[in-house]
């Protein structure tokens, strides 16, 4: 019996609506650790050993609103998942299942969580495993997108656009990862009285200001080789745009909380912008994927010259 199949077009919507839903999350949970809720239900999942849902405190109605959303976020997640066996499209099984299976893990590391007393490496955790499901669900939308529009590419992209689109995601995931380090280390840890990583605040500051630094670096370079690189700058110049500016915005605003006593509002606003920022970075890694190396002795711009 002949399996019955869905869009393509409906799939990769689903798969994006899955992505906004993820990164909305990771807002969400940014709220509930600003505002001092992290503990505002201080069992899982339970809300607490009385109740299942508790909305009595205004800490325990933003984390019951928190988990509530966490719980519909699985709805299109679970969906992607069985969909991708009914889609025609080839690659999107293994990186939907990985959104399911990280989605669901994070749900648990959120759990230990609030069990562990907000620990920061559970917390940092938390985040983290947060940018890995939204790594999946992008691959999910871009092989998708493929799907449609780009199976036939051919375009070559030059060697050093690979190696620095490369470096600028290493970077930029090295840059969140000292940047929870700073969180872990500083104030506004979801609860007044929970335990904070011991290094001292200046230090793990400035050592995530130099990988932030050197990643612009990289970003920038790459937008120069991109004037060289008539595939790549038709693929990434767009991306590579949207993360200098997004980036630079993004560090300003990290400086400016540093040295403002880190308020509220622009630490939420850090954290938007540095989702943002992740998805930004994706998209670019997706979009040198989607160029296939020029073959041995043919340039770039002949490739290009061919295609059209």
């Known amino acids: 019996m002949k399996r019955e199949t869905i869009g393509v077009r409906g799939f990769r919507r689903l798969a994006i609506v899955t992505t906004a839903g993820i990164a909305l999350?990771?807002?969400?949970g940014g709220v509930v650790r600003l505002t001092g809720s992290g503990l505002g239900c201080d069992d899982w999942p339970n809300c607490n050993s009385e109740r299942f849902v508790d909305v009595s405190s205004g800490h325990a109605a933003i984390e019951q609103i928190n988990r509530i959303f966490s719980g519909l976020i699985g709805i299109p997640t679970l969906a992607l998942a069985i969909l991708a066996f009914r889609v025609p499209v080839?690659?999107?099984?293994?990186?939907?299942?990985?959104?399911?299976?990280?989605?669901?893990?994070?749900?648990?590391?959120?759990?230990?969580?609030?069990?562990?007393?907000?620990?920061?490496?559970?917390?940092?955790?938390?985040?983290l495993l947060a940018m890995v499901s939204l790594a999946f669900a992008m691959t999910v939308v871009r092989r998708a997108g493929s799907?449609?529009?780009?199976?036939?590419?051919?375009?070559?992209?030059?060697?050093?656009?690979?190696h620095l689109a490369r470096a600028l995601a290493a970077g930029t995931a090295l840059a969140l990862?000292?940047?929870?380090?700073?969180?872990?280390?500083?104030?506004?840890?979801?609860?007044?009285d929970v335990r904070r990583f011991g290094f001292d605040i200046s230090d793990v500051a400035r050592l995530h200001s130099v990988v932030v630094i050197a990643t612009v670096g990289f970003a920038l370079a790459l937008a120069w080789q991109l004037r060289r690189d008539p595939a790549g700058r038709q693929e990434l110049a767009s991306s590579v745009s949207a993360w200098?500016?997004?980036?630079?915005?993004?560090?300003?605003?990290?400086?400016?909380?540093?040295?403002n006593g880190v308020p509220e509002?622009?630490?939420?606003?850090?954290?938007?912008?540095?989702?943002?920022?992740?998805?930004?970075?994706?998209?670019?890694?997706?979009?040198?994927?989607?160029?296939?190396a020029s073959p041995p002795g043919v340039t770039s711009a002949a490739r290009v010259t061919s295609a059209a």
């Open 90 to 127: 080839r690659g999107v099984r293994v990186p939907s299942i990985g959104v399911l299976v990280s989605v669901l893990a994070n749900g648990v590391v959120g759990g230990l969580a609030v069990r562990g007393d907000l620990h920061p490496s559970l917390v940092q955790s938390h985040f």
């Open 244 to 259: 200098i500016f997004i980036g630079l915005v993004q560090g300003g605003i990290g400086y400016v909380q540093y040295f």
């Open 25 to 28: 999350l990771v807002v969400a």
């Open 265 to 292: 509002l622009l630490v939420g606003a850090h954290i938007a912008f540095a989702t943002v920022l992740w998805l930004v970075t994706l998209a670019l890694v997706g979009g040198v994927g989607r160029v296939a």
């Open 147 to 162: 799907g449609v529009a780009d199976a036939a590419r051919t375009v070559g992209v030059q060697p050093p656009t690979r």
């Open 177 to 192: 990862v000292t940047g929870t380090v700073v969180t872990g280390t500083g104030p506004h840890a979801g609860d007044e």
